[in-house]
């Protein structure tokens, strides 16, 4: 068990940039979370994976954010023409499915700015 | 949008004293469940207890779980320095697979 892996760890970019984060979730994990953090407030659900298929979509991610998990292993999340606004910490997270198999493995995150 | 909200949002303690968080939701829920996240990294997993339970230990953690008032409160008993951190709480709503989270009690512990 190597863990949920997030890369970049950080990223600095300018507005009206588009960037990619990757995520790697547990191998066996079916179930594959994005989440959005802001300082002093809690994870912010995005999206969810069952496997290959996104299952949920949050009515509050706009057009501009799109996320993909080919092959239902390793996921990206994509963001295109950043805004201020979307400086945060993104928290990949991943489960097996199933009654007892609730628990969520995080990874550390991708720190973004936008300048 | 958030589902839980935890109280109080900040909480600084003497170490060995007991610390005492609570979480209220708003829909029905399979589960509920209590992670810790220290400063700028990501969350950890400490306890879920089901939607059929009332009080759940794990260690120095307690959980209880009371569904008529939709709510729940995570005690941390004989707190450390190493328990500073923030913890939220996550539901799984009925129905649904999405797990969604509160905002956060952030507990300081001073030694």
């Known amino acids: 068990d190597t863990g949920v892996s997030q890369n970049p760890r950080h990223?600095?970019?300018?507005?009206?940039?588009?960037?990619?984060?990757?995520?790697d979730p547990i191998s066996e994990?079916?179930?594959?979370?994005?989440?959005?953090?802001?300082?002093?407030?809690?994870?912010?659900?995005?999206?969810?994976?069952?496997?290959?298929?996104?299952l949920e979509k949050s009515r509050l991610l706009s057009d501009r954010f799109s996320a993909e998990r080919p092959k239902g292993s390793f996921s990206t999340l994509e963001i295109q023409r950043t805004e201020q606004g979307?400086?945060?910490?993104?928290?990949?997270?991943?489960?097996?499915?199933?009654?007892?198999?609730?628990?969520?493995?995080?990874?550390?995150?991708?720190?973004?700015?936008?300048? | 949008s958030?589902?839980?909200?935890?109280?109080?949002?900040?909480?600084?303690?003497?170490?060995?004293?007991?610390?005492?968080?609570?979480?209220?939701?708003?829909?029905?829920?399979?589960?509920?469940?209590?992670?810790r996240q220290n400063s700028g990294r990501g969350l950890v997993h400490l306890i879920l207890i089901r939607s059929n339970e009332r009080e759940k230990h794990s260690g120095r953690l307690r959980v209880t779980l009371d569904t008529s008032k939709k709510s729940s409160s995570l005690l941390i008993t004989a707190s450390r320095a190493a328990d500073t951190a923030s913890y939220f709480c996550a539901t799984e709503p009925g129905g649904y697979?999405?797990?969604?989270?509160?905002?956060?009690?952030?507990?300081?512990?001073?030694?």
């Open chain 2, 2 to 35: 958030q589902q839980g909200e935890e109280d109080p949002q900040a909480l600084s303690i003497q170490e060995g004293e007991n610390a005492t968080m609570n979480c209220s939701y708003k829909t029905s829920i399979n589960n509920l469940q209590w992670y």
């Open chain 2, 97 to 111: 697979q999405k797990v969604t989270f509160g905002i956060g009690t952030k507990l300081q512990v001073i030694p």
């Open chain 1, 86 to 115: 979307d400086s945060a910490m993104y928290l990949c997270a991943s489960s097996l499915d199933g009654r007892g198999h609730e628990k969520l493995f995080f990874g550390s995150g991708t720190q973004l700015s936008v300048l």
């Open chain 1, 11 to 23: 990223k600095i970019t300018k507005r009206g940039q588009n960037v990619t984060f990757r995520c």
């Open chain 1, 29 to 54: 994990h079916n179930r594959l979370y994005w989440y959005r953090q802001t300082l002093g407030q809690g994870p912010e659900f995005l999206t969810y994976f069952q496997n290959e298929a996104q």
